[in-house]
Nanobody, 120 residues
Framework: QVQFVESGGGLVQPGGSLRLSCAASGFTFSNYAMSWFRQAPGKERELVAREISRGGTTNYADAVKGRFTISRDNANNTVYLHMNNLKPEDTAVYYC?????????????WGQGTQVTVSS
């Protein structure tokens, strides 16, 4: 079955950096475009970063543009989210998911997420 295991979160000061990892299994990773989402307390899950196609064009939410970068390692079925210049408003649980390139449909399965807390 499809599984996502996110890791790499933690407590970081404003202006700091983190690299999140998501290990995916249960589907042919190289055939799918990957995305990162986040959910802050009391808010809906939102799309943060995504690949339009497999490892090609990417786009980002305005709130993170220029600070976050999505990348992938097909050999290890892993997607990363590099986060720089973190702000308190980036505090959330971060999740990854996958979809067919150019599709709008993601898997119904979600991982446990990884908590990112930005605070001094």
């Amino acid at each position: 079955q499809v599984q996502f295991v996110e890791s790499g979160g933690g407590l970081v000061q404003p202006g700091g950096s983190l690299r999140l990892s998501c290990a995916a299994s249960g589907f042919t990773f190289s055939n799918y475009a990957m995305s990162w989402f986040r959910q802050a307390p009391g808010k809906e899950r939102e799309l943060v970063a995504r690949e339009i196609s497999r490892g090609g064009t990417t786009n980002y939410a305005d709130a993170v543009k220029g600070r976050f970068t999505i990348s992938r390692d097909n050999a290890n079925n892993t997607v990363y989210l590099h986060m720089n210049n973190l702000k308190p408003e980036d505090t959330a649980v971060y999740y990854c998911n996958a979809r067919r390139p150019y599709s709008t449909y993601y898997f119904n399965s979600w991982g446990q997420g990884t908590q990112v807390t930005v605070s001094s």
